[in-house]
């Protein structure tokens, strides 16, 4: 009779033991929901190729153009043309930037400045395992005379749900050389970077995660870099945007959510699709709080 009391309140131990698990300092703990704000318009085509793509402020306000030039295969040139205020777009491009690419992936850009044509800058991309090594060269008279960045970005072919470590030279947009990517479906959902304040350990070091992404369940209409390539800083739309890691989601972000530690800021994103009988998409309309961009297609 002692023994068999011996034996139950040991299980009883057990089972209280075991629904006291540690607290997870890492899980999300955003639970705000987005809806989807897209809309559709049918084409017929098979195939959609762009032919200008034309950037605004958020008050309207039209400032720059993109021409697109297309080989059949991938987009090898784009002509830039920046509108001054309350003036038409100049009849020359301001810039223009040439594509090559390697295996279906882009390799070089040539960015060329009609107002220094003696120089111009090149960028190269290097896709290794788990990343894509980022070079920028400013080159005068066919002389490379500085490089100007040795960056690196996490790039990851099929990332599996999980947490990811990246470790690289010089993180190109915190200025950082590590973060954490949290990744689910295929999406790049949480982004973290070491903080001293941060509730998250992992790799013996404290993380905070200042960043959290919502999708859509529709494909990545953001894949080619020079469909991409408009979305730059200081024009009205998200600079990350042109960033490897968003080309290789899955899916399209819907909103953003900033969470610097006092408050959570967010932000929603509205896109326009053009879309065929096969399903087939293609990004017409993006629109943000700063700014919009619309791209003209020859199937339309």
């Known amino acids: 009779m002692k023994f068999s009391k011996i034996i139950i309140a040991l299980l009883f131990f057990i089972s209280c033991h075991d629904t006291v698990k540690p607290v997870d300092q890492c899980v999300d703990r955003i639970n705000l929901t987005f809806v989807p704000c897209a809309g559709y318009v049918n084409v017929s085509a098979n195939q959609c190729v762009i032919k200008e793509a034309r950037v605004a402020?958020?008050?309207g306000y039209e400032h720059e153009k993109y021409v697109y030039f297309y080989d059949g295969t991938d987009y090898?040139?784009?002509?830039?043309?920046?509108?001054?205020?309350d003036a038409d777009y100049p009849d020359s491009p301001n810039a223009t930037i040439r594509f090559s690419y390697e295996q279906g992936r882009i390799k070089e850009v040539i960015y060329a400045s009609n107002a220094t044509p003696n120089s111009y800058l090149q960028t190269?991309?290097?896709?290794?395992?788990?990343?894509?090594?980022?070079?920028?060269?400013?080159?005068?008279?066919?002389v490379s005379t500085q490089q100007l960045d040795d960056s690196g970005q996490l790039y990851l072919s099929n990332p599996k749900d999980s947490i990811y470590h990246y470790v690289g030279p010089h993180?190109?947009?915190?200025?950082?050389?590590?973060?954490?990517?949290?990744?689910?479906?295929?999406n790049r959902v949480r982004f973290g970077v070491p903080a001293s304040d941060g509730n998250c350990q992992l790799y013996d070091i404290k993380w905070r995660f200042i960043v959290k992404s919502y999708f859509d369940n529709l494909a990545n209409v953001?894949?080619?870099?020079a469909v991409r390539y408009p979305f730059q800083g200081g024009n009205g739309l998200p600079a990350y945007y042109d960033q490897f890691w968003l080309a290789n989601n899955a899916n399209n972000t819907i909103?953003?959510?900033?969470?610097?530690?006092?408050?959570?800021?967010s932000s929603q994103d509205c896109w326009t699709f053009l879309v065929n009988s096969s399903q087939?998409?293609?990004?017409?309309?993006?629109?943000?709080?700063?700014?919009?961009?619309?791209?003209?297609?020859d199937c339309e």
């Open 171 to 186: 993180v190109a947009d915190i200025f950082q050389d590590q973060y954490l990517g949290e990744y689910k479906a295929g």
């Open 255 to 265: 909103a953003i959510v900033n969470d610097n530690g006092a408050k959570l800021e």
């Open 222 to 225: 953001l894949r080619d870099y």
């Open 124 to 142: 190269t991309y290097a896709f290794l395992d788990t990343e894509v090594r980022i070079q920028v060269f400013h080159i005068v008279d066919g």
């Open 76 to 85: 090898y040139k784009i002509d830039r043309y920046d509108r001054p205020y």
């Open 280 to 297: 087939q998409l293609w990004l017409k309309k993006f629109v943000t709080s700063g700014g919009e961009i619309t791209y003209i297609y």
């Open 57 to 59: 402020f958020s008050t």
